[in-house]
């Protein structure tokens, strides 16, 4: 233990003196809990945490290790972020969260929904207790991160019909191509445009056609399997994106989506017929901004040959 009984500060009217108890005091005053985790995960100490918004007791933390406390995923994780820090010797800002599937011992009584937090990871240079030691300070931003994931989801969807844009898809597609490389499976693109849209809202006005092109997502989403993606890639023009699947399983989709939107029974008794141009992508050899204007290739033909069809790419 330290042999000091208390702390000298120097500020502008003078020397301020402080005992070891005030500062104790003092750091469990943080809103914020900080802990002195070992690098064998070990809770030496912890302070703060006074926001009781976000914060329970930690106290009984002490003396245990972050293996007694978290699952081996999120343990190894802690373990890890420890050892970068020492390893650096410089301070560590990272950002994880905490469910109650994570914590050892909750069960049902922890909280239900998963908790963000930003740690900044501090080394400290002396050991404790025989061992190197970082300072963890954990701020809980799980109101910042919900705010940033909603303006993010409305950047990346189509707020008429509530499905993802273009925005959405160009920054997904490359994660796609890098899965459907490595695991050899096929991927395909439809293109869809609902036939004499014009023509229903020159007749029925903007707002019955908005609500036409919300039923026809309705009903695309009815026909589209769950892993698969539609994008709003325009006006009446819709782009599906289908993972796992060729030729032949895009021409079924296809002629499904024809079929349903055309037996739809839509507001106002309105016809709608679509016509949908599809094409595989070949990963290997097309970029996406290729397989998009062939499946645009494909659609023209389709809307050539009297519309209300579908066609492939054969090029």
């Given amino acids: 233990m330290y042999k000091m009984d208390f702390i000298i500060l120097v500020n502008i009217g003078g020397v301020l003196m402080l005992t070891l108890k005030n500062m104790s005091e003092i750091l469990n005053s943080l809103p914020d809990p900080t802990f002195i985790l070992t690098k064998a995960g070990r809770y030496v100490e912890i302070f703060g ?15 245990l ?6 699952n081996t995923e999120k343990s190894d994780w802690f373990l890890g972020k420890i050892k970068e820090a020492l390893k650096t010797n410089k301070l560590l ?12 011992g909750l069960d049902d009584d922890g909280p239900s929904n998963i908790i963000y937090f930003e740690g900044r990871i501090q080394p400290l240079n002396f050991s404790v207790e025989g061992e190197p030691a970082v300072l963890w300070q954990a701020t809980n931003i799980t109101q910042r ?5 909603k303006l993010r989801t409305i950047s990346e969807t189509d707020p008429l019909t509530g499905i993802w844009n273009r925005r959405y898809f160009y920054q997904m597609i490359e994660k796609q191509k890098g899965v459907a490389n490595r695991s050899l499976l096929p991927m395909s693109l439809l293109m869809l445009d609902i036939d004499h849209f014009k023509v229903i809202n020159d007749q029925w006005g903007h707002k019955i056609g908005d609500l036409v092109l919300s039923e026809v997502v309705k009903v695309m989403l009815d026909c589209i399997r769950e892993s698969d993606l539609i994008i709003r890639w325009g006006g009446e023009e819709f782009l599906i994106f289908m993972v796992k699947s060729g030729l032949a399983a895009a021409a079924c989709v296809a002629e499904k989506l024809r079929l349903r939107i ?12 679509v016509s949908i141009g599809y094409v595989q992508w070949d990963t290997v050899n097309k970029n996406i901004e290729e397989t998009i204007a062939n499946a645009d290739t494909a659609l023209y033909l389709a809307k050539s040959e009297g519309r209300n069809c579908i066609k492939a790419y054969s090029g």
């Fill in 49 to 63: 945490g006074k926001d009781l918004r976000y914060y329970h007791d930690a106290s009984k933390l002490v003396g």
């Fill in 65 to 70: 290790s972050v293996t007694d406390v978290l």
């Fill in 93 to 104: 800002i990272t950002e994880y969260n905490l469910s109650r599937k994570d914590v050892k």
């Fill in 262 to 273: 055309e037996s739809y029974s839509f507001i106002n008794d309105i016809k709608v017929r």
């Fill in 145 to 149: 991160y919900q705010l940033e994931e």
